[in-house]
């Protein structure tokens, strides 16, 4: 079925490459499943995806299949979520934990599926060589919002000897390098280090429940181990503790987390709501 998919950096105007979301679950589809393009004024499409986009008049004129995709929890940014629910076929979420949450609002008994966010192996080039040695440098990257995850692991990373840089939108206020985000580049920048620091937030943070793995699984990608703990940090000090770890997870990566995943799982998602009675 000829599928269209509205993304929210095409609605909301956002400079190419400027959001995340977009890339993961809207590029990646495009270019990985044939009967999928990026949503053109005039052409007819038979499914349309809105990808955290919130057009309601598209919506509510549009007569074909509508499924929402969203993965944050954006009622919090007093977005119309429900609404627009409402008013399509089904739903599609980043984690489990927002599809159980979505399931509970008043959503007319819509269905609603979890399809994680996966990897378009071209893009995670290039790949670190072997690691070696002590490690002497992390690094985190994403937007600055969700940075503050670094306030309670900066002390453990200095006692260790290690430096810090950050790939952000915005500088972090405690770190020994800044390097301002650049999706052309970002890969470039993270293999530099040896490891990958992506600390839990607070587990009162509200928002955390939702976040996905994305950035574990791009880190393994290009072949770099994740610290998530100070025991994390403490075993990939070692180089051939790193090499293991990263030769495992770039494996695993390629075996479970590859976008074909999703394409078929959105086309079987389809598939059922034309079932149910969607022309």
Not at 42 to 70: H, S, T
Not at 93 to 118: G, H, M, W, Y
Not at 246 to 272: C, M, P, T
């Amino acid at each position: 079925m000829k599928t269209g998919i509205i993304t929210m950096e095409y609605y909301e105007n956002r400079s190419k490459g400027s959001v995340g979301s977009s890339r993961i679950r809207g590029d990646w589809l495009v270019k990985n499943w044939p009967e999928a393009e990026h949503y053109a004024v005039g052409k007819k499409y038979d499914v349309l995806i809105f990808q955290k986009a919130y057009w309601e008049e598209m919506l509510r004129n549009y007569n074909g299949i509508k499924i929402f995709d969203i993965c944050d929890p954006d009622w919090l940014e007093f977005r119309p979520v429900v609404e627009t629910i409402r008013l399509c076929d089904g739903v599609v979420t980043s984690s489990e934990a927002l599809a159980e949450q979505i399931r509970k609002f008043d959503i007319d008994n819509k269905p609603v599926l979890c399809i994680p966010d996966r990897l378009d192996f071209e893009w995670s080039k290039p790949i670190r060589g072997k690691h070696e040695g002590v490690a002497k440098s992390c690094v985190y990257f994403g937007y600055s919002s969700n940075a503050h995850v670094l306030d309670s692991a900066i002390d453990g990373i200095a006692r260790r000897g290690m430096k810090l840089t950050v790939i952000s939108e915005k500088p972090y206020h405690t770190c020994d390098k800044f390097i301002e985000y650049d999706p052309e580049t970002v890969n470039a920048e993270i293999i530099k280090h040896d490891v990958v620091v992506l600390p839990r937030a607070s587990s009162t943070d509200y928002r955390f429940q939702f976040k996905t793995n994305n950035k574990t699984i791009q880190s393994w990608a290009l072949r770099m181990p994740v610290a998530v703990t100070g025991v994390d940090l403490d075993r990939f000090l070692d180089g051939e503790e790193r090499e293991k770890e990263a030769e495992l997870r770039y494996n695993e990566v390629h075996q479970k987390w590859g976008i074909d995943l999703s394409v078929k799982e959105y086309q079987n998602f389809i598939n059922l709501i034309k079932q149910n009675g969607k022309k």
